[in-house]
């Protein structure tokens, strides 16, 4: 009995011998985020720890799962350190108190300084700013040259109408089954964006500067977005998958759509012969709009922060600051690095001055068109309420319900308003 | 009398040494059953939405009647009795077809009964990326062997629209059920007495009486254990309404397990989440209690 009590103790001991290393690497800034370019990240974490001396290891969660999976750590207490941020849902976390602000903290109005105020709102919630930027740009349209060309088409369509039109053609023509691609599918990043990039390009806004809602009103530019929708799906002309669908970029970058509105920087794998059956193909224009509307959009970022639970706070500041700032030698290496291997939108203004990064982003898209697209994006301010993202979720489902004709649009738009307006007043907003 | 005594400490000695055995495993229940149900009980009565800190606060049954006069609880509960009346009926019968098939001797029986087990081995997330592959609108298979057949002039998004998007959880859903549900039918056919069918077909009862008069009665005690376990397996459907549909198109597929999820771990709502949980819940020990009752009188009879 004994000599089974020691060996036990033994094992214990060894155990606990082999395991402290493992504890003891535990001590470094933890960062997390959705896993892009997990290596590249981990390389620049890398550098991080030359330059610093801190420890930095990448933990992601998958993308489309990254806001729930975060959530349940923050409630759990993971001691993350530095988080990925959407600002979708910045005013969430930040009104719960998960991230924390960045306003005053060592650098940080020099950083600032370098950024377009639009960005620093969208990075805001209640007067504070919530981190630096990763990544940032604008909806904007692409289209596949060859498929137009092949129907006779000689340049992409101004309005959305015409874009039925030309669409119309190239299914004629036998170029692909269903030319335009939308993204319908019910989750953050689809069907609400959608709607936002089709009202903001007929003129209109989803919610007034009081946040009120003015979608629903008679004949809004809202209401016609949803109208459009259905009419090219009805029609054959916007493919189905639009619903379900959950990456656009494949099958525009697999050949077989013609259009679609997406983020600026996805034109650079689908111009990329190692990602795309079509590069060289795809092309940006400026999203259409209507005969008086000359494309609207939007604007989007996603940003570094500092979490609540991060152990050595400043030394994850110092993180964020590499991270969506400068480095040790004062170059936004990490910013400029996304944009010359990936094609990342960024806002520090010394960037856009930088030759390097204007000959990199011209091989595989347009930038005097990205530029002029820019100009027309519209502010969200609504989506930074605490409670847009209660009303997006339920909004998913009577908003597919209605494109797809299965529910009276007059009487969809109606309840959504009133769901609003009562956690509007239930949020004392 | 001191016998007795003595007799009566050796039993109770045993009886501690018994708890003291079982009390690592007891624990470990109570950890991680009833602390857990525990809280999910405690949230429910309680208003506490992770995005609003500081305002938890006692509701009592609030959160339960709140869902009881909403249509966000009744729409999808009526989805999910849908969805498990169809998936269970078509695993039901299709498992009882081969289970009574795979009961017959024929060459490659074995063969047959281990491959039977294929699906059921793959995991349901796996189960359900798989069906999303073959459904795909632009290069799925079953889009193209409709195709190739004729079925269809161009490809179709078999989950965009009602009622395809139903048929075809309910097949994914039920191509990973069956095996598990063959499996107990055929054991069940398998404690039937060879003898009985012998005698049936000595008095001359044909195939179909042998099945409606012998199989199906004798079969009834495990048939019944197969309808309440997949009941209650379909009653909680997430994983495949997580990567296929997301409870879509415009909630055609808003099953309850995925409003529990939306209320929960979306909206962040975790009093409202736990309440309808708790609901779900309470309905499918309902179920199970009554498919037990009703079956079991069958049996008796």
Not at chain 2, 119 to 144: D, E, F, M, R, T
Request: proline share 5%; net charge negative.
């Amino acid at each position: 009995m004994l000599r089974s009590c020691k060996f036990f103790a033994f094992l214990s001991l060894c155990i606990l011998l082999l395991t402290t290393p493992a504890l003891a690497q535990d001590d470094g800034l933890k960062l997390t985020g959705w896993p892009y370019e997990v290596d590249v990240v981990t390389e620049n974490l890398g550098r991080f720890t030359d330059q610093t001396g801190h420890d930095a290891v990448f933990l992601p969660f998958p993308s489309n799962e990254y806001h729930d999976k975060m959530v349940a750590s923050f409630v759990a207490g993971t001691e993350f350190d530095v988080a990925y941020v959407r600002d979708s849902y910045l005013a969430e976390w930040a009104s719960a108190g998960w991230i924390l602000p960045i306003t005053g903290l060592p650098n940080s109005e020099e950083l600032l300084a370098d950024l377009p105020q639009g960005i620093i709102e969208q990075m805001s919630y209640d007067g504070e700013v919530y981190g630096l930027p990763y990544y940032s740009g604008v909806q904007t349209m692409a289209y596949n040259e060859a498929h137009l060309a092949a129907a006779g088409i000689d340049a992409p369509p101004e309005t959305w109408v015409e874009m039925l039109e030309q669409a119309q053609m190239i299914k004629d023509a036998g170029v692909v089954d269903y030319p335009i691609l939308m993204q319908l599918r019910s989750g953050e990043n689809y069907l609400l964006r959608e709607w936002e990039t089709l009202t903001a390009s007929r003129g209109g806004r989803l919610f007034d500067d009081d946040f009120n809602p003015v979608f629903h009103l008679d004949d809004s530019p809202a209401r016609q977005a949803l109208d459009w929708l259905t009419e090219g799906l009805d029609a054959g002309l916007i493919d189905p998958a639009s619903l379900t669908d959950d990456d656009g970029t494949l099958l525009m970058a697999a050949g077989t759509t013609s259009f679609m509105t997406t983020t600026d920087y996805t034109l650079k794998a689908m111009n990329d012969p190692e990602q795309s059956n079509v590069a060289g193909d795809i092309k940006n224009a400026l999203v259409p709009g209507t005969d008086e509307v000359r494309s609207g959009t939007w604007g989007y970022v996603r940003l570094y922060s500092i979490t609540a639970n991060a152990a050595d706070k400043d030394a994850a500041w110092q993180l964020v600051q590499f991270l969506g700032g400068k480095d040790a030698t004062g170059v936004y290496y990490v910013p400029k690095r996304w944009a010359l291997e990936f094609g990342l939108g960024f806002s520090p203004a010394p960037l856009y001055e930088d030759e390097e990064v204007r000959n990199s982003i011209s091989g595989w898209i347009d930038p005097d068109l990205l530029s002029e697209q820019s100009e027309y994006a519209i502010s969200r301010p609504y989506r930074f309420v605490p409670f847009f993202s209660d009303w997006e979720i339920g909004s998913w489902g009577p908003l597919q319900a209605a494109i797809l004709g299965d529910a009276d649009k007059g009487q969809v738009l109606s309840d959504l308003a009133d769901e609003w307006n009562e956690l509007k007043d239930d949020w004392g907003y | 009398m001191q016998s007795g005594i003595a007799t009566a400490r050796k039993e109770m000695s045993q009886g501690a040494l018994a708890l003291f055995f079982s009390a690592p495993a007891v624990l470990i229940i109570a950890a991680t059953i009833l602390v857990p149900f525990g809280m999910a009980v405690f949230l429910s009565l309680h208003n506490w939405n992770l995005k609003r800190p500081g305002r938890e606060r006692f509701v009592g049954l609030e959160n339960y009647s709140d869902w009881l006069s909403d249509s966000d609880f009744w729409v999808p509960l009526r989805t999910t009795f849908t969805f498990a009346i169809l998936a269970v009926a078509v695993i039901i019968i299709i498992a009882l077809l081969i289970s009574l098939l795979l009961n017959e001797r024929f060459p490659g029986r074995g063969v047959l009964r281990a491959l039977l087990l294929v699906p059921w081995a793959i995991p349901s997330v796996v189960n359900a990326l798989l069906w999303k592959w073959l459904l795909n609108p632009q290069y799925g298979l079953v889009n193209a062997l409709f195709f190739e057949f004729g079925i269809i002039t161009e490809y179709q998004n078999m989950l965009g629209s009602m009622p395809s998007v139903m048929i075809w959880l309910v097949i994914a859903y039920s191509w990973i059920h069956i095996p598990l549900a063959t499996l107990l039918l055929l054991s069940g056919l398998q404690t039937i007495p060879g003898d009985i069918y012998e005698s049936a077909i000595v008095d001359g009862a044909s195939i179909w009486q042998r099945f409606l008069y012998i199989t199906l009665p004798l079969l009834r005690p495990m048939l019944s254990i197969v309808v309440i376990f997949e009941m209650i397996f379909a009653f909680k459907v997430f994983d495949i309404i997580f990567v296929l549909t997301a409870g879509g198109p415009a909630d055609a597929t808003n099953v309850l397990g995925w409003q529990i999820y939306t209320e929960t771990f979306r909206k962040l709502d975790f009093g409202a989440g736990s309440s309808i949980a708790m609901l779900l819940g309470a309905i499918t020990l309902a179920l199970a209690i009554l498919f037990y009752v009703f079956l079991d009188k069958g049996v008796e009879q």
